[in-house]
């Protein structure tokens, strides 16, 4: 992974190639921000540049063997680890490893829930546990096979168990000589406030609209209107713009949804909202997350349009006919009150709620909130 594909971030970038020109590489990183704002893609194409043996000022040169085998995935003195779904005789990311790669290879931007849907069990967290960390400190005390640097990039180090952690801990402050640790994490609380202490932060943010326009035109070859169609309600996230790409050029899943469970609160139809709940749930977390965040979307698009009028909202022209009728019940009166129940629903829904319970409490709490 060179860093010219990878999206935008030109700042971070320009970042880490001056550590290693001016011979500033810290032996522990945490790149903090969604996989799919390129957290770990920065990191992989950073570990590139560092091994890569014709490197200019702006990039790795993506052709020389340690390009191509990080490229691949499988150099020798790169590791890797990630949360797994621990079996009887699978316990650490080895064992799990070519799952995990033809995945990267997919796409370098794959999430967390991308990664248990490629496992066949979308259900059940991974982990990453004590034997997981054991190993590393293993390979790591090793000497390099290449002579050169030894990395272990953890993708989504926030899913460390505590023993994992502080075996890491003492690999952070012992470290072997000539030995990179990058953390990638997409949220660092549970992280231990002595590991966050003793690395330095890369913090990655949002894409914009118009970058995730740009990535979905280009790397994915999708229409301008699809794209920015997208681009508005994936909040600078390019996974998941690729997983709605992924569902089709043709239906609007999250907007069809959108107008069914509208229709239903304005008839305060109880049956009808338990029918729409068991549907939703059906979806799995990722698309009830991603659902809030269109709900939430069209929601400010209809306030928006009281403003300025439908004309000038950022929507398909099937959208701003729903959105036209839809706009008088959207004002400032309950605007407020409709962004806090939605974001503490996506919140609960992140944190593995029920989503049966949490949409039916949310369509009630609809009924009474949707009105002139
Ligand atoms: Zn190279």
């Known amino acids: 992974m060179q860093f010219k594909d990878i999206i935008r971030q030109d700042a971070v970038k320009k970042n880490l190639i001056q550590t290693v020109v001016t011979d500033r590489i810290s032996h522990a990183q945490l790149f903090h921000g969604k996989l799919g704002y390129g957290s770990f893609a920065l990191a992989l194409a950073y570990a590139q540049y560092i091994f890569c043996s014709q490197k200019t000022p702006e990039d790795s040169c993506g052709e020389c063997a340690s390009c191509l085998k990080i490229g691949q995935l499988s150099h020798p003195d790169v590791h890797f680890s990630f949360p797994v779904q621990l079996e009887a005789k699978k316990k650490t990311s080895d064992d799990f490893l070519p799952s995990w790669r033809e995945m990267i290879h997919r796409s370098p931007y794959a999430s967390e829930q991308d990664w248990y849907h490629h496992t066949g069990n979308e259900n059940k967290k991974g982990l990453i546990g004590v034997d997981e960390s054991k190993r590393i400190a293993e390979k790591i005390s090793l000497k390099s096979y290449e002579g050169g640097y030894k990395v272990s990039v953890f993708w989504l180090a926030e899913n460390m168990n505590a023993a994992a952690a502080n075996k890491l801990l003492k690999l952070i402050e012992e470290p072997p ?150 706009m008088p019940y959207i004002h400032e009166r309950n605007i407020g009150h409709l962004h806090e129940i939605m974001s503490e629903a996506y919140y609960h829904i992140d944190r593995n709620a029920n989503a049966k319970i949490l949409f039916l409490d949310l369509s009630f709490d609809l009924f009474k909130l949707i009105k002139k």
């Open 177 to 326: 000589e000539k030995t990179l640790i990058f953390l990638v994490a997409e949220s660092i609380e549970s992280i231990l406030p002595t590991i966050l202490s003793r690395t330095q932060l890369t913090k990655i943010g949002p894409l914009s609209d118009s970058q995730v326009v740009e990535g979905l035109v280009n790397k994915m070859g999708a229409s301008e209107q699809r794209a920015t169609e997208i681009a508005s309600y994936v909040n600078g996230d390019f996974s998941a713009a690729l997983n709605e790409l992924e569902m089709g050029e043709e239906k609007s899943f999250y907007f069809d949804n959108f107008v069914s469970w509208m229709r239903l609160c304005f008839k305060k139809d109880v049956a009808g909202a338990v029918k729409f709940v068991a549907e939703v749930q059906k979806m799995g977390k990722e698309k009830q997350k991603a659902f809030l965040l269109f709900v939430l979307s069209v929601f400010q698009k209809s306030l928006m349009g009281n403003f300025v009028g439908i004309n000038h909202v950022k929507a398909t022209e099937e959208q701003k006919k729903f959105i036209q009728n839809f």
